[in-house]
């Protein structure tokens, strides 16, 4: 009955390795999100998708790679991974992404921790 | 742009105790505004939310009012628990299309018994 699930939760790996995150909602939303949190707790949009496209960009890195094959899934691949990528990842869903109000609902994290 | 300040924490507050967590907001416009709660080891929980001026947002004993004249959305319990230990994060939405949540930095609370 999970909202917003997330695989995986934890994750260690090398410097230079290449690594995928999964995210899928079954809530129905068009749009999906992935938010960045820091060691300090700070919590930044990284990307977000509606409908299977991309909408917001910031200023990632081209290291990361969102994928959406549906709009029930949003993936996250990262390439050549450093060690400031170490974070938790949150992905999101939201009704439209847009509407007065709309509540996001945001999947456990995956807990990204480079070596 | 759209962003927000929220008191920095840590708070530390015993059982029963009456806690307030400030926020204010600079925006164009009347935002939503919400509080978010992450207990330790988990996701993001909404615990309330505001969609317009003087509206209460209420949950779990929880309580924040949008006062658009201070733009301020200060979180509030009467008599907090050990199990309101968490990090509570205020946010609103970034002001343009699909909008993702500017949050504030998080404040973390530790109720001792």
Known sequence: DTAVSQTPKYLVTQMGNDKSIKCEQNLGHDTMYWYKQDSKKFLKIMFSYNNKELIINETVPNRFSPKSPDKAHLNLHINSLELGDSAVYFCASSRSGGAHGETQYFGPGTRLLVL | ?113
């Open chain 2, 1 to 113: 742009g759209d962003s927000v300040t929220q008191m920095e924490g840590p708070v530390t507050l015993s059982e029963e105790a009456f806690l307030t967590i400030n926020c204010t907001y600079t925006a164009t416009g009347y935002p939503s505004l919400f509080w978010y709660v992450q207990y330790p080891g988990e996701g993001l929980q909404l615990l309330l939310k505001a969609t317009k001026a003087d509206d209460k947002g209420s949950n779990k004993g929880f309580e924040a009012t949008y006062r658009k004249e201070t733009t301020s959305f200060h979180l509030e319990k009467g008599s907090v628990q050990v199990s309101d230990s968490a990090v509570y994060f205020c946010a609103l939405p970034r002001n343009s299309g699909n909008t993702p949540l500017v949050f504030g930095k998080g404040t973390r609370l530790s109720v001792i018994a």
